[in-house]
């Protein structure tokens, strides 16, 4: 059997984040502690490049722009959808999961999911505390796993092919080659 597994050494890697600036008072924590676990794994500030947008729903798009781009290894996307009273929840956490999902398989690039879907501010609150859930530095941790595997994945397709998949940031393809 062979098993191939994704590893934690991100150095030379490239990230973008987008973040959602809805519930900013839970986004902001998920945005610090997914830019620590990528800096902890060996990624340089220069090499992360966050983009902001209104809320939730506007993840997608601009998610599948950045990750056409080529420029990133994986995009990370942060945002907080609570359920309150209102059926806004139900569109917009099922909008923004599909279209993540889609706009990863449409760019060929690993898009992580660091959205949280709450029933309370509390539930929000705590996912997001370093501390405790921790799932901004979850979605760091996710986006490395997979950069690496797919860029494993990738070559071992490359060699079998014989023809060049696109693999990886356009600069961290630069600096394999050196
Ligand atoms: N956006 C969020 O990120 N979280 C929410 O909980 C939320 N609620 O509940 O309404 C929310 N709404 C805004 C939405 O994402 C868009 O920004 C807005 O509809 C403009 O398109």
Do not use: W
């Not at 794994?41 to 056409?68: N, Q, S, W, Y």
């Not at 929000?124 to 921790?134: G, V």
């Not at 490395?144 to 023809?163: N, Q, S, W």
């Amino acid at each position: 059997m062979k098993l191939r597994k994704g590893s934690h050494d991100a150095m030379g890697l490239r990230f973008g984040i987008v973040v959602a600036r809805f519930n900013k008072f839970v986004t902001s924590k998920l945005l610090s502690s997914c830019i620590d676990g990528l800096s902890k794994h060996g990624v340089k500030p220069d090499d992360i490049e966050v983009v902001r947008v209104p809320g939730a729903f506007e993840i997608p798009l601009v998610a599948r722009t950045m990750a056409r781009t080529k420029r990133f290894d994986a995009v990370i996307c942060l945002g907080a959808v609570i359920r309150g009273d209102t059926p806004h929840f139900e569109y917009i956490s099922a909008e923004v999961s599909r279209g993540i999902g889609q706009a990863s398989l449409d760019a060929d690039v690993p898009i992580i999911f660091g959205v949280l879907t709450t029933h309370t501010i509390a539930q929000a609150i705590e996912r997001s505390d370093p501390a405790k859930f921790n799932r901004g530095g979850e979605a760091a941790k996710s986006a490395i796993e997979m950069a690496t595997v797919m860029k494993t994945l990738r070559a071992e397709a490359d060699r079998l092919t014989g023809h060049k998949l696109t693999s990886g940031s356009i600069k961290s393809r630069a600096r394999r080659k050196r």
